[in-house]
């Protein structure tokens, strides 16, 4: 639903979304909606301007259904994730790279990305530990439990002076 303080539009299954159990919604740089689903449904996008409802999947080119999570680095690039590898497509290139285990991630399965301000991509994988894409420096840099701990990150931000800080589930913030 969106909701402009006075009346509320809403996009549902009779609109042409796939499924009524959203788990995201991305808003991307070019005020569309990007819509994850709790099932393997792949995604979403919704242009806002004209109403339209696209899909996108394997059929499309994602390495599966399965969306783990969703986010839009500062080139515009549309991240999504699945326990195939992430993909990132580019909408202006029309392109879908993937990056895997055989592309230096430590696994295909991620929980969620953050990219800093340097323009890098902590990637956390499930526990302790988090692969680092530098595109700029063509590298993926593998951050394991032994430098951070055992405790399984839940989220990662970066404060003004670059630090960056990490919420586990079991010992706080790091």
């Known amino acids: 639903n969106r909701?402009?303080?006075?009346?509320?539009?809403?996009?549902?299954?009779?609109?042409g979304l796939r499924a009524?159990?959203?788990?995201?919604?991305?808003?991307?740089?070019q005020e569309q909606l990007w819509i994850r689903y709790q099932t393997g449904k792949g995604v979403s996008v919704i242009n806002k301007k004209t109403g339209i409802i696209k899909h996108m999947g394997t059929a499309q080119g994602l390495s599966s259904n399965n969306v783990?999570?969703?986010?839009?680095?500062?080139?515009?690039?549309?991240?999504?994730?699945?326990?195939?590898g992430i993909?990132?497509?580019d909408q202006k290139a029309g392109t879908i790279k993937l990056i895997t285990?055989?592309?230096?991630?430590?696994?295909?399965?991620?929980?969620?990305?953050?990219?800093?301000?340097?323009?890098?991509?902590?990637i956390v994988r499930g526990g302790p530990?988090?692969?680092?894409?530098?595109?700029?420096?063509?590298t993926i840099?593998?951050?394991?439990?032994?430098?951070?701990?055992?405790?399984?990150?839940?989220?990662?931000?970066?404060?003004?002076?670059g630090q960056m800080w990490f919420?586990?589930?079991e010992a706080g913030v790091m």
Request: aromatic share 12%.
């Open 3 to 15: 909701f402009d303080g006075e009346y509320c539009e809403t996009y549902s299954l009779s609109q």
């Open 20 to 29: 009524s159990w959203l788990t995201q919604i991305l808003i991307d740089n």
């Open 68 to 84: 783990r999570w969703m986010m839009e680095d500062k080139k515009g690039r549309i991240w999504i994730s699945t326990e195939k």
């Open 87 to 89: 993909n990132v497509i």
């Open 101 to 122: 285990n055989k592309q230096g991630l430590s696994a295909n399965f991620s929980r969620f990305g953050f990219q800093d301000s340097k323009g890098r991509i902590w």
């Open 129 to 138: 530990a988090i692969d680092l894409i530098d595109e700029n420096a063509g």
């Open 141 to 161: 840099k593998h951050i394991d439990r032994y430098l951070i701990g055992k405790n399984r990150i839940i989220f990662i931000t970066e404060d003004k002076n």
């Open 167 to 169: 919420g586990t589930a």
